[in-house]
């Protein structure tokens, strides 16, 4: 039996969450990618808690001009402003079972232009 496309990407997502786990020292980044918007997340799994969160549907982002990339690498940086905020340099980058390209390769090119190391 075929797979859907979700389906797929969820089989991949727990692919990558067995290697790819986030600590106090080094938290998850997470991305979570819908037709219209971006999400982003860090998160301490040791503890099962979110330290920050941004999203395409933030006040100041939403204002923002441009295509979905564009608006994906300013999520990008409002997520490494307040990783840097909470004291947070280094970080895992699970991309959620989507491909390292387009809009997830642009959040994840913005919060290594703001500062966020991975």
């Keep these: 039996m075929a797979l859907t496309k979700n389906q797929r990407r969820l089989r991949i997502k727990s692919r990558i969450r067995k290697v790819v786990s986030g600590t106090e020292a080094r938290p998850r980044l997470a991305v979570f990618r819908s037709n219209k918007e ?17 999203s395409s549907r ?7 001009k441009g295509n979905k990339s564009e608006v994906a690498a300013l999520v990008g940086k409002a997520i490494a402003e307040k990783a840097l905020k909470a004291g947070i340099e280094t970080i895992s ?10 809009r997830v390769k642009s959040l994840a090119e913005g919060a290594r232009e703001a500062g966020l190391k991975f």
Excluded at 38 to 54: E, L, P
Excluded at 58 to 64: L, N, Q
Excluded at 93 to 99: I, P
């Design 38 to 54: 971006i999400y982003a997340q860090i998160v301490d799994d040791v503890s099962g808690k979110t330290i920050s969160a941004a």
């Design 58 to 64: 933030d006040k100041d982002i939403a204002k923002a």
């Design 93 to 102: 980058f699970d991309r959620g079972g989507y491909l390292y390209h387009g």
